[in-house]
């Protein structure tokens, strides 16, 4: 490591800033890692998080470290007509694959994305706010779950839950609750 001699002697290492401009089809969101040890009953809870944190990774500011040693920050610098967000449920080791079962709450109508834009960037956006018209979410274990979708009939405006054939009216205050896998929003008019 050539920062070593650098960082024993203290001096602070080189740090090396690059900007890279990349598309996106959908912004991935980092879940929290689950708790390790049970509550003071024994039981093992299920935590919650709300969609805003999640969404700071894109602000612009703040820094993540996916690779120790090696900072990131995400801006995002144009607002598509549908945004689409996958949630990281499932991670893979040596030996099985593990689902993160973190419930993430987030409305339904009117999440505003303006407080993630520069004030440049936001200002050339006739709207910043996305409605919910689509929503993934898996039930059960990572090895044996199911995926069901939640959509929205925009005639309608009733939301459906589909799995596999089934069809069946959903409550549109019972799909923030699920776990979540991805969602498409469309923005508001």
Not at 17 to 37: E, H, I, N, S, Y
Not at 103 to 116: A, E, P, Q, R, S
């Amino acid at each position: 490591d050539p920062a070593r001699p650098r960082q024993e002697a203290g001096v602070a290492p080189e740090i090396t800033a690059t900007t890279k401009r990349v598309p996106f089809l959908m912004l991935g969101m980092d879940l929290p890692a689950l708790p390790l040890f049970k509550d003071s009953m024994e039981r093992t809870t299920i935590p919650q998080i709300p969609l805003f944190s999640l969404l700071r990774k894109y602000d612009g500011r703040t820094e993540h470290e996916p690779v120790p040693g090696t900072l990131r920050r995400f801006e995002i610098k144009r607002l598509p007509e549908f945004l689409v967000l996958h949630f990281k449920r499932f991670s893979k080791n040596d030996y099985f694959v593990e689902k993160n079962n973190t419930i993430v709450n987030f409305t339904v109508k009117n999440l505003d994305m303006g407080d993630y834009l520069s004030p440049t960037t936001r200002a050339a956006h006739r709207t910043t706010k996305y409605d919910l018209v689509a929503n993934i979410c898996h039930e059960g274990r990572a090895d044996s779950g199911s995926f069901k979708c939640h959509v929205l009939h925009q005639g309608l405006r009733q939301w459906f839950e589909m799995e596999d054939i089934d069809v069946a009216e959903a409550a549109p205050q019972l799909i923030p609750v699920a776990e979540t896998w991805g969602m498409k929003l469309c923005t508001s008019v």
